[in-house]
């Protein structure tokens, strides 16, 4: 049986904003989703934007939600 708690990318979309300065900082808003829970929002700079990256952001929030108590 596969674990119940696995995370799932749902979307991927580049997510400009402007800085206080009126620069434009570019990012990258990973959604996913960690079994039924979710869908939980990832941002990451373009610059630092890696598959790695959002692994870690994932399975963080995966660990998190397995320990919490269910009925």
Do not use: C, I, W
């Amino acid at each position: 049986m596969p674990n119940m708690l696995t995370p799932h990318v749902v979307r991927v979309v580049q997510a400009d904003r402007l800085t206080p300065a009126g620069a434009v900082e570019r990012q990258v808003r990973v959604s996913y989703m960690v079994g039924d829970h979710g869908p939980f929002d990832a941002v990451f700079p373009e610059a630092g934007f890696s598959a790695t990256a959002v692994k870690t952001v994932m399975d963080a929030r995966a660990a998190e939600l397995s320990k919490l108590p269910t009925a």
